[in-house]
């Protein structure tokens, strides 16, 4: 059997949804990302070692929030005051793991239609960006602070640059989520929980936000495993289960033994991006491969359903397209 191999720095993919999932309890704007990492110099010469921001995590969490390019404190253009419209959302927790300090936050959402220019609407945009937009726009986060008065602060040489190195104390304030990267090692927030949050937080299961359903690429690999096994079996016995016999049960057994025996191919599409995650790519994908048209968007609607029911890839209550 031919195994799947994920792309490098890749474990999920955004497929979209037919309709938008409106915000609710069960449907938060949670975000994750890497804010820092010690050892490694950003773009303006600075190194923030982990104990100073994680000595400060109570102030981030209390009173911090998550801005747009650090424009809540700084203004834009920066030096133009404080614009508080670019705060887009609050910290929920503070992890740790070696080097590195990670973060989950919650972006704001809007129980209606926020005021033009406003928090509510900057959230908005850059919760569209990134579940509503294919490809998703990577936002890089960027800590902003103050020094402690007391604050150490030691200028080491490395590979012939001059490099700060923030001991700390420091007053840690917020993350501004920013096009350009302020320390290029460090990966675009996640809409999937990070390393400290990983192990904590990740089901393995497809979730839906906004427009689009995040379906971990391990997800999918098992669809595509299953989906080969099922290939495999005999159509015409389910048919029979059900009481089928004629032309009905020809109908529905010729359906049924093409989807099962194209619905491996088009995951497999999907999993090398060779196939457009939306309903209009993957009806257009089975097509291709010689489905119906009639039929192509209903195998693609229910292979969608399978993939956020993975009972359903299974073979648990499947349903005929």
């Known amino acids: 059997m031919e195994l799947v191999t994920l792309p490098p720095g890749v474990d999920t993919l955004l497929i979209p949804l037919e309709g938008a999932v409106r915000a609710e309890p069960g449907r938060r704007r949670v975000i994750y ?5 010690e050892g490694v110099v950003d773009r303006e010469g600075e190194d923030i070692a982990a104990d100073a921001l994680w000595a400060s995590r109570e102030l981030f969490l209390k009173q911090g929030n998550i801005d747009v390019n650090h424009w809540s404190w700084l203004g834009n253009p920066p030096g133009t005051g404080m614009r508080p419209e670019y705060v887009i ?3 929920l927790e503070v992890r740790r793991q070696g080097p590195s300090i990670f973060v989950k936050a919650e972006l704001f959402s809007n ?3 926020p005021p ?3 928090s509510g609407e900057w959230a908005d945009r850059v919760w569209h960006s990134l579940t509503q937009m294919a490809p998703p726009m990577r936002w890089f986060p960027s800590v902003f602070g103050k020094l402690a008065p007391d604050a150490v602060v030691d200028v080491e040489v490395r590979d012939g640059q001059k490099v700060r190195v923030i001991r700390g104390p420091i007053e840690w304030y917020s993350v501004g989520l920013a096009q350009r990267a302020q320390n290029p090692a460090l990966p675009p927030v996640s809409l999937e929980p990070l390393s400290a949050f990983a192990k904590a937080e990740t089901t393995g299961q497809p979730v839906a936000m906004g427009r689009v359903a995040v379906v971990p690429y ?3 690999a098992k669809a595509l495993t299953q989906a080969a096994i099922l290939t495999a079996g005999d159509p015409r016995a389910l048919d029979a289960k059900r009481g089928l016999t004629g032309v009905p049960a020809l109908r529905r057994e010729s359906l ?3 989807y099962r025996r194209l619905a491996p191919r088009v995951l497999r599409g999907l999993l ?3 196939v457009e995650g939306s309903v209009e790519g993957v009806a257009k994908a089975f097509a291709k491969l010689g489905a119906p048209p009639c039929a192509a968007r209903r195998m693609a609607l229910r292979l969608g359903k399978e993939l956020m029911t993975p009972k359903g890839v299974q073979g648990k ?3 005929r397209p």
Do not use: D, N, Q, Y
């Open 33 to 37: 990302f890497e804010a820092s990492r």
């Open 256 to 258: 049924e033994a093409l």
């Open 111 to 113: 129980l209606a239609p």
């Open 89 to 91: 959302g609050l910290p």
């Open 218 to 220: 391990r997800t999918l």
């Open 116 to 118: 033009p220019g406003s």
């Open 272 to 274: 090398l991006g060779r």
């Open 317 to 319: 209550g499947r349903r």
